[in-house]
């Protein structure tokens, strides 16, 4: 008798299986969907600031390769679009891009994919990017840098080591918005500048001479992809022609440049994931306020500063984050 009820047991629960359909079975048998981030870092190469993006997601659940899935495109200006267009058709799920040739690629790629930005030379509002800093409305969010403000620091603490004309690196391929902030803040602050307007590491020598020339003091080096890469570059000019060479990145103090003052770009990446991860909750970048950074670093190269034959002034060494020896 026992064995009769535990075959008719048996058949009971065959017939309660095949009743259900076989594609609930099927989902039921899938795991969730993973999400997918098509990530565009400034610098065409892993570095501590992607480290610690992909830190910060761990740290909220979303760990590389098994709760998310990240596409990155390591690159160039002159593949941007192309990227872009490549994680349209992947639809991932949100789109980082770090630089301002980014992520105006990944706004004329998409209008619907959400886009959370690190941009330090974007006025995200007056581009038309977004309606409002509070509510920016469409598809995008991120942090954005308030560059004519950062742009009058950088010459106010150049002026404070050394006097006379400032040289201002930029490259062409950049946007023009920051470079007419920077402009409009020497103005103000009366400081003569000289442009010298780059395309490639071809183009240094000659700028270098052309600064010499107009009898420049120091250079300021502007944000853009290739001069961060050939920052060592650009530390050898500029020691050969004795010039102070400053700008947003502490790796340019850290490899021979003068000194830098500019947002903690690791807390920046960090800020991103922590935006990413509240994208990827609700899908509504629109809704998500764009930051702007909060914590900047002041970074000075004493040794550089040294073979130059210049004092800094003690109150700017009192204020610096790092002093390098």
């Known amino acids: 008798m026992r064995q009769i009820a535990c075959s008719r047991r048996r058949f009971i629960c065959g017939l309660t299986l095949a009743a259900i359909p076989k594609h609930l079975a099927a989902e039921a048998q899938q795991p969730s969907k993973v999400p997918r981030l098509g990530v565009v870092p400034l610098i065409p190469e892993p570095n501590a600031n992607t480290d610690a993006f992909r830190n910060r997601l761990s740290e909220l659940g979303y760990i590389d390769g098994h709760s998310v899935a990240i596409e990155w495109?390591?690159?160039?200006?002159?593949?941007?679009?192309?990227?872009?267009?490549?994680?349209?058709?992947?639809?991932?799920?949100?789109?980082?891009?770090?630089?301002?040739?980014?992520?105006?690629?990944?706004?004329?790629?998409?209008?619907?994919?959400?886009?959370?930005?690190?941009?330090l030379e974007t006025d995200p509002v007056a581009s038309?990017?977004?309606?409002?800093?509070?509510?920016?409305?469409?598809?995008?969010?991120?942090?954005?840098?308030?560059f004519p403000e950062l742009s009058g620091k950088l010459l106010g603490l150049m002026r404070e080591i050394v006097a006379g004309r400032v040289a201002i690196l930029w490259d062409v391929s950049m946007d023009r918005v920051p470079l007419r902030a920077m402009e409009a803040s020497a103005q103000s602050l009366r400081v003569p500048i000289h442009v010298l307007a780059v395309d490639g590491?071809?183009?240094?020598?000659?700028a270098f001479k052309a600064a010499s020339r107009n009898g420049a003091k120091s250079l300021i080096v502007m944000q853009s992809p290739m001069l961060f890469v050939?920052?060592?570059?650009?530390?050898?000019?500029?020691?050969?022609?004795?010039?102070?060479?400053?700008?947003?990145?502490?790796?340019?103090?850290?490899d021979g440049g003068l000194m830098s003052y500019g947002p903690d770009i690791k807390t920046v990446f960090r800020d991103l994931a922590v935006m990413v991860a509240k994208v990827l909750k609700d899908g509504k970048p629109g809704d998500l306020p764009i930051e702007r950074p909060t914590r900047f670093e002041l970074v000075i190269n004493l040794k550089v500063a040294k073979a130059l034959g210049l004092t800094i002034p003690q109150s700017l060494v009192q204020r610096a984050d790092e002093i390098i020896q």
């Not at 690159?75 to 941007?80: C, F, I, K, M």
């Not at 590491?201 to 000659?206: E, H, K, L, R, S």
Request: charged share 15%.
């Open 73 to 119: 495109r390591w690159g160039n200006a002159s593949q941007l679009t192309e990227q872009m267009m490549e994680l349209v058709r992947l639809k991932v799920d949100v789109i980082v891009p770090s630089s301002s040739p980014a992520v105006l690629a990944a706004s004329k790629a998409t209008r619907t994919i959400p886009i959370v930005a690190n941009d």
């Open 128 to 146: 038309g990017l977004a309606a409002s800093l509070g509510r920016p409305g469409g598809n995008l969010t991120g942090v954005f840098l308030n």
């Open 201 to 206: 590491p071809g183009d240094f020598a000659a």
């Open 230 to 254: 050939q920052r060592a570059p650009l530390a050898n000019f500029a020691a050969v022609n004795r010039l102070p060479m400053s700008s947003l990145f502490r790796q340019f103090p850290e």
